[in-house]
C-alpha cells in the first residue's frame, strides 16, 4: 500500500523499501517551504506504483530522496528493513549505483560515449568484471530494441530510442527498484505508449520493481497501483 502501509504482515512478503512519516522543507530567509508532509510508503518486490500529481505537489521531491540523492528532514527511509541515514554521502552512493535505478525526464547520456559505453558506465564505477559486464549491457541494449545502434551516440539517436538507452543502464546492474521521473515527459504519444510497455515488461521477466512519475495519468494508471499527491502528502491510493 501507499498510505498508512509502512506495517506488513509477519506472514507477508518483505518490503523492499519504506518511507516513514518522510517530511523535507527548505528555509528561505525566516521562511520555512514545506514540500513533503509525513509521506507512508512501501514498496515490495515486482512493484509497480505510479505517483501522479501537479508540478510542485513534491512528487520529484520524494523520488529523489528514495534514491538517496537527497535526506529527509525527518522520518526514515529503509532498504530491506535497514535504514540509510547513518551512511556516509560516498557510502550512499556506492549503494546507490548497485541497487538502485535511475531514469529521468532528461536522459542525461554522456554524448562523448556511444549508447553501448552509456549503459555500461554504471559497471565501471561499481569495477564489475569486464565480461559479465559486458555481455549484460549488450543483452539490454537488445532487449529494449537497440541491437543496430549499439555504437551509435547519442546524438544519432532518436529521443525514444536515448530514453531506451537510459532504462538500459538503469537496469545494466540488475538493481532491486527502478525510480523513474517522467521518463515519457518529452516523447510523443506513440513512443511514450512503447515506453511504458516496455517498462512492464521488463518488470515481469525480472521482478524489478519500479516507482514511475508521471503528470500522464492514462499512462500512470496502468501501473499495479497509482498514488496522487498533493500538497506533499499522498491523497489517494487506487488499487
Do not use: C
Not at 554522456?110 to 549484460?136: G, W
Request: charged share 25%; net charge negative; hydrophobic share 40%.
Amino acid at each position: 500500500m501507499v498510505e498508512n502501509a509502512d506495517m506488513a504482515s509477519s506472514s507477508g512478503p518483505t518490503p523492499l523499501l519504506q518511507a516513514r512519516d518522510v517530511t523535507k522543507w527548505f528555509d528561505l530567509g525566516s521562511r520555512r517551504i514545506d514540500v513533503l508532509r509525513g509521506v507512508q510508503l512501501t514498496l515490495y518486490p515486482g512493484d509497480m506504483v505510479g505517483i501522479v500529481g501537479r508540478s510542485g505537489s513534491g512528487k520529484s521531491t520524494l523520488l529523489h530522496l528514495l534514491g538517496t540523492l537527497d535526506r529527509p528532514s525527518s522520518g526514515e527511509i529503509l532498504y530491506d528493513g535497514q535504514r540509510l541515514d547513518h551512511l556516509s554521502d560516498a557510502e550512499l552512493a556506492a549503494f546507490r549505483n548497485r541497487f538502485v535505478g535511475f531514469v529521468f525526464q532528461f536522459h542525461h547520456l554522456l554524448p562523448e560515449l556511444t549508447a553501448f559505453e552509456n549503459v555500461l558506465m554504471p559497471t565501471l564505477i561499481a569495477r564489475e568484471n569486464t565480461a559479465m559486464a559486458r555481455e549484460r549491457a549488450r543483452n539490454l541494449l537488445e532487449r529494449v530494441g537497440l541491437a543496430e545502434r549499439f555504437d551509435h551516440h547519442p546524438g544519432e539517436l532518436s529521443g525514444g530510442e536515448q530514453q531506451r538507452v537510459a532504462l538500459a543502464r538503469a537496469l545494466v546492474m540488475q538493481p532491486k527498484v527502478v525510480l523513474a521521473d517522467e521518463p515519457t515527459g518529452n516523447l510523443d504519444g506513440r513512443t511514450a505508449e512503447d515506453m511504458h510497455l516496455l517498462m512492464e515488461q521488463l518488470n515481469a521477466e525480472t521482478g524489478t520493481a519500479f516507482v514511475v512519475v508521471s503528470h500522464n495519468q492514462e499512462l500512470a494508471a496502468r501501473m499495479r497501483r497509482v498514488a496522487r499527491m498533493v500538497d506533499g502528502r499522498f491523497e489517494s491510493e487506487a488499487a
